[in-house]
């Protein structure tokens, strides 16, 4: 069975940054999704970043709140996907999820196969 296993995270002031990173336990396939999404106390779980990766190459699509802050890197030769975070907000707290499925992206967490155990991220002065 496909473990994702997450690291990183932690807590910041307003404007720091943070990174995360996430690697799959076994190869998902030729064509695949790693994705992050995040959930605050008392709201839906968000979609917030992903990549799509297809023959060893990788797009990346961002939500709208963190483009331009945030930014997706997947390293295919060990199976993991960054997320580089700057200039971070305290509305960017919330317990941050790995995903990944075989096949293409969706912004919707039902669409993903394998959860990470989640890292919270805390921005706070």
């Known amino acids: 069975q496909l473990q994702l296993v997450e690291s990183g995270g932690g807590s910041v002031q307003p404007g720091g940054s943070l990174r995360l990173s996430c690697a799959a336990s076994e190869y998902i396939g030729n064509s695949y999704c790693m994705a992050y999404f995040r959930q605050a106390p008392g709201r839906e779980r968000e979609w917030v970043a992903h990549g799509s990766t297809f023959n060893g190459s990788t797009d990346y699509a961002?939500?709208?709140?963190?483009k331009g802050r945030f930014t997706a890197s997947q390293d295919t030769a060990k199976r993991t996907l960054y997320l580089q975070m700057d200039s971070l907000n305290p509305e960017d707290s919330a317990m941050y999820y790995c995903a990944a499925v075989s096949g293409g992206c969706s912004p919707f967490a039902v669409h993903y196969s394998y959860w990470g155990q989640g890292r919270q991220v805390t921005v706070s002065a």
């Open positions: 961002y939500t709208t709140s963190v």
